[in-house]
T-cell receptor, first 121, second 112 residues
Framework: GAVVSQHPSRVICKSGTSVKIECRSL??????MFWYRQFPKQSLMLMAT?????????EQGVEKDKFLINHASLTLSTLTVTSAHPEDSSFYIC?????????????????FGAGTRLSVL | GNSVTQMEGPVTLSEEAFLTINCTYT??????LFWYVQYPGEGLQLLLK?????DKGSNKGFEATYRKETTSFHLEKGSVQVSDSAVYFC???????????FGKGTKLTVNP
């Protein structure tokens, strides 16, 4: 099956530093990747949609200058949390949608990475 | 807009008990419906899906049937195991949007 690798799985950083999280589709091409944030015991909140070769589309309330997204290739998207603060501590999860012909949106199967636990001290 | 409402947990069952987690949705058009499972400390895994009315998704003993008349996609399993302990998310996509909309998740604990 389709595999999405997310790295790192856990990161602890000092306040004010930047952290980069990578999301790779290992055995398929993903024109679209999604970044989610999950608070404890809550559902996933979509932060942004990342399309290969174009600017990411951010959800309302998500600071694009704080959460930089780059989708440079069909298999890699990165999320950089800039100048991280303790309130940015969370579980970040990426997903990738496989590129397919005809009816792709109707199927819209997203494959998820294992998540990154970010702790900002 | 699209939305998903699922049974709030937590749900605690004994091994081999029958499981039902209710999920209803609101969407325009004909959305695709999904169940995802999240084991402790991990990301989400696609458990099963259904893309049109009356489709039944199944995997690992879990089943869910896309019921358009009741706008539901309830998850069932006839005999749960301890290893099924996880959080289950109902989700949909479509209705003019590519985004996945998730329910709030239901935590299942299965005791031996």
């Amino acid at each position: 099956g389709a595999v999405v690798s997310q790295h790192p799985s856990r990161v602890i950083c000092k306040s004010g530093t930047s952290v980069k999280i990578e999301c790779r589709s290992l055995d398929f091409q993903a024109t679209t990747m999604f970044w989610y944030r999950q608070f404890p015991k809550q559902s996933l909140m979509l932060m942004a949609t990342s399309n290969e070769g174009s600017k990411a589309t951010y959800e309302q309330g998500v600071e694009k200058d704080k959460f930089l997204i780059n989708h440079a290739s069909l298999t890699l998207s990165t999320l950089t949390v800039t100048s991280a603060h303790p309130e940015d501590s969370s579980f970040y999860i990426c997903s990738a949608r496989e590129r397919s012909s005809g009816g792709a949106l109707a199927k819209n199967i997203q494959y998820f990475g294992a998540g990154t636990r970010l702790s900002v001290l | 807009g699209n939305s998903v409402t699922q049974m709030e947990g937590p749900v605690t069952l004994s091994e081999e008990a029958f499981l039902t987690i209710n999920c209803t949705y609101t969407a325009t058009g004909y959305p695709s419906l999904f169940w995802y499972v999240q084991y402790p400390g991990e990301g989400l895994q696609l458990l099963l899906k259904a893309t049109k009315a009356d489709d039944k998704g199944s995997n690992k003993g879990f089943e869910a049937t896309y019921r358009k008349e009741t706008t539901s996609f309830h998850l069932e399993k006839g005999s749960v195991q301890v290893s099924d302990s996880a959080v289950y998310f109902c989700a949909l996509s479509g209705g003019g949007s590519e985004k996945l909309v998730f329910g709030k998740g239901t935590k299942l604990t299965v005791n031996p």
